[in-house]
């Protein structure tokens, strides 16, 4: 018999004292309830314990999808833009290729300027013409006679003359020297006083204008006024007599000028710091100056220029088409890559880091390897953040190249910032080619300073073409620019000398000016010999001359020989 104890007061006795009830079961039916319960309780265990491995599984997936989904949603973070408009990707899977579009132009002087040019000077002669002289020369004598007593005025021959002392003087490196030291006797050189006296030079440089003061329109309408004609007559001649190669280089230019000026720059980076700034599209292969455009500050004093960057490429690259623009963090943006996309031209450049169009994840340079990169793309963009030094990164943005390309060799740098590094320095190159033989002189009338860099640059455009017509143009001298710019200074000084009705008072320029004389008139008739012998016309042969004829090479003196003009002799 066994004896079951329970808590509750269903049949049986209670206990006296105690909450427990007794029950008397028989063996067989304690062995069959038994076993119920033991199977039941099995059951209800089994079940139990099953239902627990399901929760904590379930609740162990629920645990690892929510962290999936966290930590795809801080990877879609990290790669979306700071704005939250533009989505990158860390691969180039879903990236078009970039398939450049024709230019159709033939890189190099244009026909126009190959069926023209013959000599230097005539490569000059075609950026400084005969209209932009004539023009200058009318606004030069009206001021002269208005504002200088006793003004004589000048032709156009005149004023090359004048132009040539300026280009001479570059090429001696005398941009700072005094005229008073360049007409010396002692010091100077004896092509200044054999081409114009300093007096002259001095009163030209006073009275010399480019429109007329009583004519100009206010300066609130055009701040370039005084010299809006000029210019723009210059700078249509640049883009008609060259065609740029397939890379162009967008960037800004800095005429050094310390005088009043409205529109005056200051930019520290610039070794002048101080003058006018002129946004400058250069040729990368030649550094030819293709398009040019003078900077005259904001368009409204209350108003400031929004996109200043992406308005100036704009315009630098107007009717242009299949180029690859290289620019620096100045200019570049994701509008500006797509807008270049629009017109079939790519943007390679430094991008800033505060742009809100870029990726959080490349924009961290801390805890990164040193000369790492790390690329991100859209369907026509690529950016690439590169580690140059330890902490710091530098970004570029890049629509030619659609890879993420590294270099093996050094460094590890990316293609793209490979390809950076060569089209970079167009616009710089130029400033450092002019600056070299530059015939800038010190002057308070912004206009003036504004023409000497016209100068520099026509001469260094003007060189360009020479020799990409002619390569072969002293292509053994180290120095052929140099001997350039004093072959057209020279050009341009020759004819007015040769007019000079009276010699200088300088031995040395005198001799100058008979020596040029001589040239020009061209050989004379009577041959001048070393040795003196006796005529042989003379029938008591006294006489001893050196000179002979021209034709039948026999000695002759005065009283047997004729002078004659080059036209007749022929």
């Keep these: 018999m066994n004896v079951e104890i329970a808590n509750n007061d269903i049949g049986g006795s209670r206990c006296p004292g105690m909450g427990v009830q007794l029950r008397v079961i028989p063996r067989g039916i304690w062995d069959e309830e038994a076993e119920e319960v033991s199977e039941a309780e099995t059951e209800q265990l089994g079940s139990s314990s099953d239902s627990d491995e399901d929760e904590s599984g379930e609740k162990m997936d629920e645990t690892a999808a929510a962290e999936d989904e966290n930590g795809r949603e801080m990877d879609e973070t990290a790669w979306t833009s700071k704005n939250g408009k533009i989505s990158w990707s860390p691969t180039d899977a879903e990236t078009f290729r970039y398939i450049p579009a024709a ?67 570059g090429v001696y490196r005398s941009k700072h020297e005094s005229t008073i030291s360049l007409w010396s006797e002692k010091w100077g050189r004896s092509i200044f006083r054999a081409t114009m006296s300093q007096k002259r030079f001095q009163h030209i440089s006073r009275a010399l204008r480019f429109d007329d003061k009583l004519s100009r329109p206010p300066r609130r309408v055009d701040k370039l006024a005084p010299f809006r004609k000029v210019w723009n007559m210059w700078t249509h001649r640049l883009e008609m007599l060259f065609s740029p190669d397939r890379d162009l280089c967008v960037d800004e230019q800095l005429v050094s000028f310390k005088g009043r000026c409205s529109f005056r720059q200051y930019m ?6 101080y003058g006018i700034k002129i946004w400058a599209a250069c040729d990368v292969k030649t550094s030819y100056a293709w398009r040019l455009q003078v900077y005259t500050g904001k368009p409204a004093p209350d108003r400031v220029e929004v996109n200043q960057g992406m308005r100036v490429v704009l315009d630098m690259t107007e009717g242009l ?3 690859v623009v290289t620019c620096d963090n100045f200019f570049t943006s994701c509008a500006l890559a797509d807008e270049l996309l629009k017109r079939k031209m790519a943007l390679v450049g430094t991008i800033r880091q505060n742009k809100p169009e870029l990726p959080p994840h490349l924009l961290q340079a801390k805890k990164r390897a040193l000369f790492s990169s790390i690329f991100a793309f859209t369907k026509t963009r690529t950016l690439v ?9 530098v970004l570029l943005l890049s629509t030619k190249h659609r890879r993420p390309d590294v270099s093996t060799e050094g460094k590890r740098k990316p293609v793209i910032i490979q390809d950076y590094n060569k089209c970079k320095g167009g616009v710089d190159k130029l400033d450092q080619v002019v ?32 020799t990409s017509i002619e390569p072969s143009w002293q292509k053994q001298k180290g120095y052929k620019r140099r001997l350039f710019i004093e072959e057209v200074g020279e050009m341009l000084v020759n004819p007015h000398i040769v007019k000079r009705e009276r010699l200088p008072r300088s031995s040395a320029a005198a001799a100058v000016v008979t020596q040029m004389t001589a040239a020009a008139a061209g050989p004379s008739p009577i041959i001048k010999c070393k040795g003196r012998r006796q005529c042989e016309l003379c029938k008591e042969k006294r006489r001893r001359i050196v000179n002979t004829c021209c034709k039948c090479e026999k000695y002759t003196c005065k009283d047997h020989s004729v002078s004659i003009c080059n036209n007749c002799s022929a």
């Design 103 to 169: 230019t159709g132009l033939i890189p190099g002087p244009t026909r126009y300027a190959t069926s023209r040019i013959v000599d230097p000077i005539s490569s000059f002669a075609l950026l400084l013409t005969d209209e932009i002289v004539q023009h200058i020369v009318s606004m030069t004598n009206l001021h002269g006679k208005r504002k200088i007593p006793g003004w004589r005025d000048i032709d156009a021959e005149e004023f090359r003359a004048y132009v040539g002392l300026l280009v001479l003087s």
């Design 268 to 273: 520290p980076k610039k070794p002048a710091k």
């Design 321 to 323: 088409q299949g180029h």
């Design 385 to 393: 953040s590169y580690t140059a030094r330890r902490g710091k990164n």
């Design 435 to 466: 600056g070299t033989y530059s015939c800038r002189r010190r002057t308070n009338y912004w206009p003036l300073a504004l023409f000497h860099n016209l100068l520099d640059v026509s001469l260094y455009n003007a060189y360009v073409l020479w």
